[in-house]
């Protein structure tokens, strides 16, 4: 048989002091988790802040943040951005410890295109970057000023000169030669035209370069005559008339040449001297030694200062535009020495 002790009544007064231990210890509880709570925050946010370097305008900013991306790092290091300003890496990369954040400012720069000056903000480095940030109309092989790899600064001017560059086809004359001829028959100052001279065709491929639309080279491929040139034919009088020593002497050529002196003895042709020409005729005066290319054999010719004379002789230092006339004696040869003279053409050698 079991017996259970009569329960004792509790003070009301204990009671209370029982229910007030329990409230002072769940409080303490709390405000033991609240400090946790907060010394975990406020001492992870700053274990959390990260260091990063901003350049811009040529200064370089050491950042400690603890933000999260560039663009929050770049405004709360105090940067404010342009619309055009460029941000390296872009304003949405996650901020990382010894993060490089670049800043490219954008300056006024004005391009001349087409007759137009347009006006633009870049923060492109070069020219050519510029031009293709820009999108404007600017073909491959236009010329720039200045060039495409030249640095983009405030209040840079770019011209752009549109090239073209194409391929034309031409048909051009072809001038005919005028072909003089000397003509015995005809008086001196006297010409006939005895055939007409005509002009040729020339077809030819060019490839050419315009620069705003004015050509600047024009470089030949290819040429091909499809009609010849006829040459024109004038005949040129030659013919006159002088008069020496009171006689008139008619000619029928003159010409302009150096004459020597020789004597048919063997000071002047040589031990092996005959007294003859090589035509066989007997070397005295009156006989003259000629090129036989400029004056045919047997021509009767005048002679300034030596008189009527025949192309009767040949000599090897007798070439071209000279002759040698023939004296009786050595003295007179030697007397007559070396002249510029008129050889008179009077009468050419029959067929």
Do not use: N
């Not at 007030?20 to 001492?43: H, I, S, V």
């Not at 070069?126 to 640095?151: F, I």
């Not at 020597?260 to 003859?276: L, N, R, V, W």
């Amino acid at each position: 048989m079991t017996f259970r002790s009569p329960e004792l009544p509790v003070p009301s007064s204990g009671l209370r002091c029982l229910v007030t231990a329990q409230r002072l210890r769940r409080l303490a509880l709390f405000l033991a988790l609240a400090a946790a709570l907060l010394g975990a925050w406020f001492g992870g946010a700053f274990a959390f802040r990260r260091e990063l370097v901003v350049l811009v305008d040529g200064r370089s900013l050491c950042v400690k943040t603890a933000a999260t991306t560039v663009a929050e790092a770049l405004a709360e290091a105090g940067v404010v951005l342009g619309g055009r300003d460029e941000v390296t890496p872009g304003l949405s990369t996650r901020v990382g410890d010894g993060l490089v954040v670049r800043v490219r400012r954008a300056v006024p720069v004005s391009v001349s295109l087409d007759g137009r000056t347009i006006l633009l903000e870049t923060p492109a480095t070069t020219v050519g970057d510029m031009l293709e940030r820009s999108r404007l109309p600017v073909r491959p092989g236009d010329r720039l000023s200045p060039g495409r790899s030249a640095p983009v600064a405030p209040g840079l001017r770019v011209t752009v000169t549109r090239v073209v560059h194409t391929y034309r086809h031409s048909l051009d004359p072809i001038p005919f030669r005028v072909v003089r001829q000397e003509d015995m028959g005809l008086e001196l100052g006297q010409s006939r035209v005895v055939q007409a001279g005509r002009e040729g065709l020339m077809r030819r491929l060019e490839r050419v370069t315009y620069e705003e639309a004015r050509l600047v080279e024009a470089e030949e491929l290819k040429r091909e005559v499809i009609l010849e040139p006829v040459d024109q034919i004038v005949r040129v009088g030659t013919a006159g008339t002088i008069v020496r020593d009171g006689r008139t002497i008619r000619f029928l050529k003159a010409l302009t040449v150096t004459a020597t002196a020789y004597d048919p003895g063997p000071i002047s042709c040589g031990a092996s001297a005959d007294g003859y020409t090589c035509l066989g005729l007997r070397a005295t005066r009156g006989i003259i030694a000629v090129d036989p290319r400029v004056i045919p054999f047997w021509t009767k010719v005048y002679v300034d200062g030596y008189g009527f004379a025949v192309a009767g002789d040949c000599g090897s230092a007798i070439k071209g535009y000279r002759i040698d006339v023939c004296f009786d004696t050595y003295a007179e040869a030697v007397r007559w020495g070396v002249r510029r003279v008129k050889v008179y053409i009077l009468e050419l050698p029959g067929p």
